[in-house]
């Protein structure tokens, strides 16, 4: 390879991404970011194009999600380019697509025709839908699947109707439970020796993440409705006003709430017959949230985070996103890391959240440039000079 791996817990692994746009490259990108020799392969069309899925090459979008990789350029509706990439997948341990079902299939590059090739290869599949069924074949979005999925019908105030959270949180949980099949397919592979097809869905991620909300309809057939910045079950929790801003507070259980209320400077809550139980405290929510209110605008949000964080309540700040990374603590996580340039345009991209205390992660090397190490790559899988050359002629790479 022509740099070091990101990290030594996957280096012995190697992967073909032929993602695009989001989900699938979060996925690759936790495999790149734990040092997987992680080859993105890109459609020859894309080199020329300049309105390409998932933004500019070089906008913070497309730079965020493909660092640690190199990239090759491959015509896969070319004989020569599909005879190639085949011999890449041969040798590869992983493969991961985000293809409409039937588009891999045409191209013949399913997970059933390399498997023929490849037993131990591990194959990850993200689509809208899923790989069959009655809507297996419609182009997936983010914001469907939001809305398929239930979330938007439990986001925002109520009565103001679906709304949309503000990232694009089926993208990319799907990719991140591919990349945590793709591994558990890999452990597997330990001890059978064999790989598998590793699927999920957009719509699947967002289901799942639906979690305790999922679970009040399944076993309560309780359907949740919006509720704004109030926590569902544990009250009072939301956003209040401060003389300069806004924080939130979050209790959970008689203890913390009474914490708070002593915190607060209202002791005699604790006993007011509509707030003592919880029971009370869901009943009588807006009352509550209006009498805390009442006390909270007559202090600066510093003060109320240091005053109930100091008591045993969880309170914090709302911030911005230029706030967020300007944190202390954040800045102490390292949550921005520096990308090597090697030509001294510097810029920093958002850390893994996970640390290892033996293999860390990095952000080894920038974002590849289209096919820039298509020659480099192929060479590494036995591809003569010879061969490369004819590639080059037919069209192919």
Known sequence: MSFPPASAALSRFT????TRVRSGPTAVRQLADWGANVIKIEALAEGTSGDQPGGP??????????????????????PEGLAAFLRLAAKADVVVENFRPDVKTKLGIDYDSLRRINPRLVYGSISGFGQDGPYHKRPGFDQIAQGMGGLMSITGAPSQGPMRVGIPVADLTAGLFCAMGILTALLEREISGEGQWVQTSLLQAQIFMLDF???RWLMEKEVAKQAGNNHPTSIPTGVFKTSDGFINIATTGGKIWERCAEALGGPEWITDPAYATALARSKNRDALNSVIEAHTITRTTTEWVEKLNGAGVPCGPIYSIDQTFADPQVKHLQMAQQVPTGDGCEFELVAQPVTLSRT????????????????EVLREFGFSVDEITALKRSGAV
């Open 360 to 375: 860390p992660s990095r952000i080894a090397v920038r974002p590849p440039e289209f096919s820039e190490h298509t020659d």
């Open 15 to 18: 992967v073909l991404d032929l």
């Open 213 to 215: 909300q999922a679970a």
């Open 57 to 78: 090459r070089h906008g913070s979008d497309f730079q965020n999600l493909h660092r640690n990789k190199r990239a090759i350029a491959l015509d896969l509706k070319r």
